[in-house]
C-alpha cells in the first residue's frame, strides 16, 4: 500500500466515523405539498462582532406568501429572549437581534397551519432554527479549572494503574467486506469498575512498531461497541479501538441494551452527580486511559501515533483522553458534550447532559453539583490537552450548544481547527465532512 493511497483511505474512513460518531442520517424529502421553513443570518459566515445587529432571514415554501410566522430570539437558548410575529412578503421576513457579549443568536420560526385527515381538521406546526456567532473566539469559562484538578485526576490514575489490564482478545469473524483483510477480536480489559470492552482490529500481516493507532468512542446511550469501525480502519494500516461507553458485552441482541437502557443504565448521565468520588463519568473517563494502556502496548503501534474521535459525548471523551494521557497526539472532536457543565452561573448556556438547572438562581441552590461537574468538565481537561485538535460546532445545537462547545475549544492550549457547521445542530452534514484537509495534513505525519 502506498502512503499516499493508505492517507486517502485513513481520510476516508474519518469521514465515515464523523457520520457514526454525530448521527448522521440522510434527510427524508419533504412532501411538496407540506411547508418547509429556513431561517438564515446575513452574513455567510454567521459571524458578527459584540453589538453588531444580526438579520435573520425567514423563508417559508408551500404556504400563503402572506402567512404569518412567530419567532423568538435568545442568547442560545437561554434569556435575554424576545418574541414577535411577522406577516410574510413574498414567503419571507425579517427579523433582527443583537448580543452586547460573546456568544451565540439563536432565532426560532414557528409556522402554524391547518391539516385535515380522516379525523378532520387539526393544526400543525412547522419550525426552524437560524443561529449567528458573536465574536466566539472570545468565550471565556464560567468558572476557571480547581485548584486540585491535577492532583485529583492524578491520583484516580494512580489507582487505575495498580490493577492489571489483564486484557482479554477473543477472536471474532471480521466483516464480510474486509474478511482476509484484517484480524477482529473482542477485547475485555480490566479497569476501576465496569471492564474496557471493544472491538480490536489490525491489519493481517501487521508488522512491529509500522501502525498508527486510533480509539473510537461513542455518543449517548446504551449500546454494543462497533465491529465494522475498527475493522474499516484496519483496512488503513491502523490499529483500531472500539469501545463501548459503558464496558458492558458486545454483541448481545438489541432488546438486551435496550433492557439496559430503560433499567441499570436508566438516567446514567446524571447519576451520582453530587460528588466527584461518584459520578458515573468517573469510570467511562478512566476507561479512556486503559483503552490506551491497550492500544500502546500492542506490538505493532508505532510508537507516536494515537488518535481519539468521538461525536458528542464521545467528543467529550475525545477531549478528555487528549487532556488525561499525553500519549494521545490527535484528537476529533464533534459537537462535544460536557462542556461549559456550570455555564448557567453566569447566565450562559450549558452543555449535555445539563445537570443543572437552567436558571442561576436554582442551580445556586446545588453547590455540591457544581462543585462535582467542574472536574467534569470537557472544557477544562481541555487546558492540558497537548495534542492537536480538531472540533465540529453546530450554531442552531440544542443538545450541545455552541456557546459550551466555543467555551472548551477557546481553552485548548495547541494547535487546533473548529468547523463552524452553520446550518446545522446536533448531526453532521455533508459539508463538515468536506472540511478534513487539516486532518490529512496531520496524518500526513505518519510517512
Request: a positive charge; aromatic letters at 10%; charged letters at 20%.
Amino acid at each position: 500500500m502506498t502512503h499516499r493511497s493508505l492517507f486517502a483511505g485513513i481520510l476516508a474512513a474519518l469521514a465515515l466515523m464523523f457520520l457514526l460518531a454525530t448521527g448522521f442520517t440522510a434527510s427524508a424529502q419533504t412532501k411538496p405539498t407540506l411547508p418547509s421553513l429556513k431561517v438564515t443570518a446575513d452574513r455567510a459566515d454567521a459571524l458578527y462582532r459584540q453589538g453588531d445587529t444580526v438579520t435573520f432571514t425567514i423563508h417559508l415554501v408551500d404556504a400563503p406568501a402572506d402567512a404569518e410566522i412567530r419567532w423568538t430570539t435568545s442568547k442560545d437558548g437561554v434569556p435575554p429572549r424576545h418574541y414577535g410575529t411577522a406577516k410574510l412578503v413574498n414567503s419571507q421576513a425579517t427579523v433582527t437581534a443583537t448580543l452586547g457579549e460573546p456568544g451565540f443568536i439563536l432565532c426560532e420560526a414557528v409556522y402554524f397551519y391547518p391539516e385535515s385527515d380522516a379525523a378532520g381538521a387539526k393544526t400543525k406546526t412547522v419550525k426552524a432554527l437560524g443561529g449567528a456567532g458573536i465574536d466566539p473566539l472570545q468565550i471565556k469559562p464560567s468558572l476557571p479549572v480547581p485548584d486540585d484538578f491535577d492532583a485529583f485526576w492524578a491520583a484516580k490514575k494512580k489507582e487505575l494503574a495498580v490493577i492489571p489490564a489483564n486484557a482479554r482478545l477473543t477472536p471474532v469473524d471480521a466483516p464480510k467486506n474486509v474478511a482476509g483483510k484484517v484480524e477482529t477480536f473482542d477485547l475485555q480489559a480490566d479497569s476501576l469498575g465496569a471492564p474496557v470492552s471493544g472491538y480490536y482490529a489490525r491489519p493481517v500481516g501487521a508488522k512491529a512498531g509500522a501502525h498508527p493507532a486510533i480509539l473510537t468512542v461513542h455518543g449517548a446511550g446504551v449500546r454494543s461497541s462497533y465491529l465494522a469501525v475498527p475493522a474499516d480502519w484496519a483496512t488503513r494500516g491502523l490499529i483500531a479501538l472500539d469501545i463501548n461507553a459503558h464496558g458492558i458485552p458486545n454483541g448481545k441482541p438489541a432488546d438486551y441494551y435496550e433492557n439496559l437502557a430503560r433499567t441499570d443504565l436508566r438516567g446514567y448521565p446524571k447519576r451520582g452527580c453530587d460528588s466527584r468520588d461518584t459520578i458515573y463519568f468517573q469510570g467511562m473517563f478512566l476507561r479512556l486511559v486503559r483503552a490506551i494502556d491497550f492500544l500502546t502496548a500492542q506490538p505493532e503501534w508505532d510508537g507516536r501515533t494515537l488518535i481519539v474521535f468521538g461525536g458528542s459525548q464521545g467528543g467529550a471523551q475525545s477531549i478528555v483522553a487528549g487532556g488525561l494521557d499525553p500519549r494521545v497526539t490527535y484528537i476529533v472532536a464533534g459537537v462535544p458534550a460536557l462542556c461549559d457543565n456550570t455555564g448557567v452561573l453566569v447566565n450562559r448556556q450549558r452543555g449535555w447532559p445539563k445537570f443543572l438547572p437552567n436558571n442561576k438562581e436554582e442551580a445556586e441552590k446545588l453547590p455540591q453539583v457544581i462543585e462535582t461537574v467542574r472536574y467534569y468538565d470537557a472544557m477544562n481537561f481541555a487546558t492540558r490537552v497537548k495534542a492537536r485538535a480538531y472540533f465540529r460546532v453546530g450554531f442552531i445545537d440544542q443538545t450541545c450548544a455552541p456557546t459550551s462547545v466555543y467555551a472548551a475549544y477557546n481553552n485548548l492550549p495547541g494547535q487546533k481547527e473548529i468547523y463552524n457547521d452553520i446550518a446545522k445542530g446536533h448531526r453532521s452534514s455533508p459539508a463538515a465532512l468536506k472540511a478534513k484537509n487539516a486532518i490529512l495534513a496531520y496524518l500526513k505525519t505518519l510517512k
